[in-house]
């Protein structure tokens, strides 16, 4: 265990005036993005990539770490407050906090919501940095051949999870590959798909891609819908029994209540080091993104319960078993992110595509010789979540003006920084038009639900799968597919197909065809 | 008219089969992993558009929504091609006040103070900042050379 790094990083990150100011300014960004509802954590980093060009690995990467951690805490407010979840993950809390709200207990919901997922994000974080010494000799040992597999296995994780469609998935994952083939061969040097243009030899960057694929389709989305949140049909049926009404609900927020709230945790500490724990290990599966993570920790909260028949109509444990979910899986999302290359989920694809642009490159180096920087992002997690949860407590009772930006406002901003962020990767004013047309592409992704998350990770994936492979079959030839770790991995993959087929198998069983 | 739905399949198969096409035509090194991945693209590809074919027509668009998808498209092309042209430190100010404006319905004052805090992002942040020098447009490129 790398203890004398681990204490060193925490000591430069609180001696460094310029981190914590940035750490500062991260934190309530994090949490209005994530409290204004139809924006999120995604948009979040979006917007912020411009800003960290200049920026050195560390300071670049800590700040849209400290960011990033905190979107969910920021996400329960507007689905307390108003029943609207401020992202996915924050629907699990809207079914308890919006019913606890409507008694008018909106203040110890979120008291119950904020000591929660503190605590489920320092939680996350200990986890984290606790298996670092039991993966380290795992990691180590990784070949190039099994860079290659599990650059497969991401992407078969990602398509097997990414909603409905495995075609689909696997569709847009391997159309992600084949743009990382865009620029010089790396074994002849020749261009492929390059059309003549010299400003695409040096390939598709991840920027454009991952700002294409996001920050386009959601604000031409925004622009259609007119408004930033759209409940779906899904969640509403959820909240069913705690959805808005017509009659006068009390939003006011004291902080008594507040603490009365944070008491709760603590009174319920052994659900959230359960929920936490879990939802931690759940976290490091590429694909289980905070929605499963979240509906997972709400489920075994109700399933633990001795009243099981309270959910639903304003029980605390609720909220404290979704909020810690959510907050905590953002660490364990991180580790196959930095280890592997492989993110997480697809707010961990987007930071992916930020740490590539910053120079930091996933894989055992990070243990080797980045260890520091994986240390300073323990760090960061715990220290924006502290932050946190200090500035929400403070805001207490005008918590509630939080997440009314009009949408009208956010579109011009987003789109300007967003095709900036574009031009500034590599000063090829070419990429703009080349967002113009994926834009597109995303939006007509999105509009017709197509997972867009698979083909982020394919674009990160094909350079290091290709890379692997050559490496893989320099080194031992076509029999690489015979080393141990080799034919786990292979076995991973047909497994994670196996259980697609299982599961779209029971599912069509279970729902008879109308057809 | 193609469906949205199909347009997206038939999008995908053309873009994997001229893919698959164009890595042919590579040294065999160099199309070893494109054709890896494109082939079974291509199929994935064929087996979505057959699915997508067969099954029921989605429920037609309103021509509201038309109207406002046709309006958000024309906004976001505008912003790619005043960037192009006339850069960020112009046209991005430019474009927050006219979006403002005309789509988001403001006072022309709120947009007026919109565009400069869009400005003093770009150039203070930015250009004095961060030392990043923004993209001036293709049209004063050329003009001052």
Not at chain 1, 121 to 148: D, Q
């Given at each position: 265990m790398h203890l004398d790094v681990a204490f060193a990083t925490l000591f430069d990150l609180l001696t460094t005036p310029r981190l914590l100011f940035l750490m500062a300014i991260a934190v309530p960004m994090g949490v209005f993005f994530g409290s204004t509802p139809g924006l999120g954590g995604k948009l979040g980093l979006v917007l912020l990539i411009p800003f960290v060009y200049n920026m050195d690995q560390l300071t670049g990467a800590v700040f849209l770490c400290a960011m990033h951690a905190v979107v969910h805490t920021g996400g329960s407010i507007p689905s307390i407050l108003i029943g609207v979840p401020g992202d996915g993950p924050a629907a699990a809390t809207a079914?308890?906090?919006?019913?606890?709200?409507?008694?008018?207990?909106?203040?110890?919901?979120?008291?119950?919501?904020?000591?929660?997922?503190?605590?489920?994000?320092?939680?996350?974080?200990?986890?984290?940095?606790?298996?670092?010494?039991?993966?380290?000799?795992?990691?180590?040992?990784?070949?190039?051949?099994?860079?290659?597999?599990?650059?497969?296995?991401?992407?078969?994780?990602?398509?097997?999870l990414s909603g409905d469609s495995f075609v689909k998935g696997m569709i847009v994952g391997l159309f992600g590959l084949m743009c990382a083939f865009i620029g010089l061969d790396p074994s002849t040097g020749s261009p492929r798909f390059t059309f003549g243009q010299i400003w695409l030899w040096d390939g598709l960057s991840v920027i454009v891609a991952v700002l294409s694929m996001f920050a386009v389709p959601e604000m031409i989305s925004l622009g259609v819908k007119g408004r930033a949140y759209d409940i779906s049909a899904e969640t509403a049926a959820k909240l069913q029994g705690s959805s808005p009404s017509a009659e006068p609900v009390s939003r006011k927020v004291t902080y008594a209540q507040i603490f009365q709230g944070m008491a709760d945790v603590a009174h319920h500490k052994w659900l959230v080091l359960r929920c936490s724990l879990l939802v931690a290990a759940i976290g490091v599966i590429p694909g289980l993104g905070g929605d499963a993570a979240a509906w997972m920790a709400y489920g075994h909260t109700v399933q633990s319960s001795k009243h099981p028949e309270r959910f639903g109509k304003g029980e605390v444990a609720g909220v404290i078993g979704a909020e810690t979910g959510s907050c905590a899986k953002e660490a364990g999302s991180l580790l196959p992110t930095l280890f592997f290359g492989v993110p997480g989920s697809s707010g961990m694809a987007i930071m992916l595509g930020a740490f590539l642009m910053l120079g930091i490159q996933p894989g055992p180096t990070m243990l080797t010789e980045h260890v520091n920087i994986v240390w300073s992002l323990i760090w960061a997690l715990v220290i924006a979540n502290i932050l946190a949860v200090i500035m929400l407590i403070a805001a207490g009772p005008w918590i509630g003006r939080l997440g009314t930006m009009k949408a009208s406002f956010l579109i011009p901003y987003v789109l300007v920084f967003a095709l900036l962020g574009c031009y500034l990767y590599g000063g090829i004013w070419q990429n703009l038009i080349l967002v113009m047309v994926m834009g597109s592409l995303g939006?007509?992704?999105?509009?017709?639900?197509?997972?867009?998350?698979?083909?982020?990770?394919?674009?990160?994936?094909?350079?290091?799968?290709?890379?692997?492979?050559?490496?893989?079959?320099?080194?031992?030839?076509?029999?690489?597919?015979?080393?141990?770790?080799?034919?786990?991995?292979?076995?991973?993959?047909l497994a994670s197909v196996g259980f697609y087929l299982w599961r779209s198998r029971r599912s069509n069983k279970a729902v008879p065809s109308h057809a | 008219m193609?469906?949205?739905?199909?347009?997206?399949?038939?999008?995908?198969?053309?873009?994997?089969?001229?893919?698959?096409?164009?890595?042919?035509?590579?040294?065999?090194?160099?199309?070893?992993?494109?054709?890896?991945?494109?082939?079974?693209?291509?199929?994935f590809s064929v087996i979505q558009l057959i699915k997508e074919l067969r099954e029921r027509p989605e429920p037609v668009v309103t021509s509201e929504e038309q109207r406002r998808e046709g309006r958000m498209f024309a906004w976001f092309i505008a912003f790619v091609g005043g960037l192009v042209l006339f850069g960020f430190p112009y046209a991005g100010p430019a474009l927050v006040a006219a979006y403002l404006y005309f789509s988001g319905g403001e006072r022309w004052y709120v947009a007026l103070a919109a565009a400069v805090f869009a400005w003093a992002v770009l150039y203070g942040v930015f250009e004095l900042f961060l030392g990043l020098p923004l993209f001036e447009g293709l049209v004063f490129q050329w003009i001052f050379g």
């Open positions: 079914l308890d906090g919006y019913a606890m709200t409507r008694k008018g207990e909106a203040g110890r919901a979120l008291g119950a919501s904020f000591g929660a997922s503190t605590v489920g994000g320092l939680l996350g974080a200990m986890f984290l940095g606790l298996s670092l010494p039991i993966l380290e000799p795992i990691i180590l040992n990784f070949s190039p051949a099994e860079f290659f597999l599990l650059a497969i296995l991401g992407i078969t994780f990602i398509a097997t939006y007509l992704f999105k509009r017709h639900d197509w997972p867009r998350a698979p083909f982020i990770i394919g674009v990160i994936l094909g350079k290091i799968a290709e890379d692997s492979l050559q490496k893989a079959i320099g080194l031992f030839g076509a029999s690489f597919f015979w080393r141990p770790i080799s034919l786990i991995l292979i076995a991973m993959i | 193609l469906e949205g739905r199909i347009l997206v399949s038939v999008i995908m198969l053309v873009a994997f089969a001229a893919a698959v096409g164009l890595a042919f035509t590579y040294a065999p090194e160099a199309r070893f992993l494109p054709l890896v991945i494109g082939i079974p693209g291509l199929l």
